[in-house]
């Protein structure tokens, strides 16, 4: 194992307790998280957790240890798998950029919940049309009323009457 060593003969560790404590501290920060907030999340994540705890685990001389239910609540409270949680932060990317990307990976994941919703609906509603040939006209118009937009209303009337959103 020689090979593996750095200048100074330590051994670089990809996975690490470390590595958890240094990812939790960033991770709490990039969601602007408080170490109290922190704490409760994982207490409601089913893993009993105090704001010390959290502190200590972050900024702690000698660090406090975590245990592998604590490391599956964080992994689970950040949305992380737990292979990436315990991974080194990488290198280059401040706070402010992990914010950034954290937004529009939520972003991301809200609009295609957003659009499954909207296909089903619209499915849904053909599916009616279907059964019910005659209430065509009232859809649109109940389409209409709602949205307020001509435009927008015949864009999602185009969507029903092609059986879907996709």
Same mark, same amino acid.
């Given at each position: 194992m %020689?090979?593996?060593?750095?200048?100074?003969?330590? +051994? @670089?560790?990809? &996975?690490?307790?470390?590595?958890v404590a240094a990812r939790v501290a960033l991770e709490r920060e990039v969601r602007g998280w408080s170490t109290t $907030?922190?704490?409760?999340? +994982?207490?409601?994540?089913? /893993?009993k957790m105090n704001q010390t705890a959290v502190w200590r685990i972050e900024n702690g001389t000698p660090r406090r240890r975590i245990?592998?239910? $604590?490391?599956?609540? #964080?992994?689970r !409270? #950040?949305?992380l798998p737990l292979e990436e949680l315990m991974s @080194? @932060?990488?290198?280059?990317?401040?706070?402010?950029? *992990?914010?950034? /990307?954290?937004?529009? +990976?939520?972003? #991301? &994941?809200?609009? *295609?919940?957003? *659009?499954?919703?909207?296909?089903?609906? +619209? !499915?849904?509603i053909a599916d009616h049309i279907? %059964?019910? @040939?005659?209430?065509?006209? %009232?859809?649109h118009e109940q389409c209409l009323r709602l949205m307020g937009d001509e435009r927008d209303a015949r864009t999602l009337t185009s969507d029903i009457e092609d059986g879907g959103h996709y």
């Open positions: %020689a090979d593996d060593r750095h200048e100074g003969g330590e +051994v @670089p560790l990809l &996975y690490s307790e470390g590595n $907030e922190l704490a409760e999340r +994982v207490t409601r994540a089913g /893993v245990n592998l239910d $604590e490391a599956l609540a #964080f992994s !409270v #950040f949305e @080194p @932060p990488l290198e280059g990317l401040d706070i402010a950029s *992990r914010r950034l /990307v954290q937004e529009a +990976v939520e972003a #991301f &994941y809200e609009t *295609r919940d957003a *659009r499954d919703r909207l296909h089903h609906a +619209v !499915v849904a279907k %059964a019910h @040939p005659d209430s065509s006209r %009232a859809i």
